[in-house]
């Protein structure tokens, strides 16, 4: 089994920051792509950023250059670095990743879900 762990949700004002993070444990061989992804109330979930398998970052339009993603391969671990946030990104953020296990099995997890709330 993988457990994806997620941190730093919370409430602030527009134009603060927070920083999330997420680690993934378990039976874990290694962990192709990681990121992030939000769902607002009423809406679909979408991509916020997220490495891709070759390493690669992509970010949705609406966060670029006001949220930085980086990851930790050795631990497993991807982080989210929101600045400049507005009351449009309030949304219960999903940390999610493409994991292929000891075992060889291909799949996708997703974590619990973490409240981030902006607001004056």
């Known amino acids: 089994q993988v457990q994806l762990e997620e941190s730093g949700g919370g409430v602030v004002q527009p134009g603060g920051s927070l920083r999330l993070s997420c680690a993934a444990s378990?039976?874990?061989?290694?962990?192709?792509?990681m990121g992030w992804y939000r769902q607002a109330p009423g809406k679909q979930r979408e991509l916020v950023a997220r490495?891709?398998?070759?390493?690669?970052?992509t970010y949705a339009d609406s966060v670029k250059g006001r949220f930085t993603i980086s990851r930790n391969n050795a631990k497993n671990t991807v982080n989210l670095q929101m600045n400049s946030l507005k009351p449009e990104d309030t949304a219960v953020y999903y940390c999610?990743?493409?994991?292929?296990?000891?075992?060889?099995?291909?799949?996708?997890?997703w974590g619990q879900g973490t409240q981030i709330t902006v607001s004056s």
């Open positions: 490495f891709e398998s070759d390493g690669t970052p």
């Open positions: 999610n990743a493409l994991v292929i296990t000891t075992t060889q099995f291909h799949h996708d997890y």
């Open positions: 378990g039976s874990i061989s290694s962990i192709p792509s």
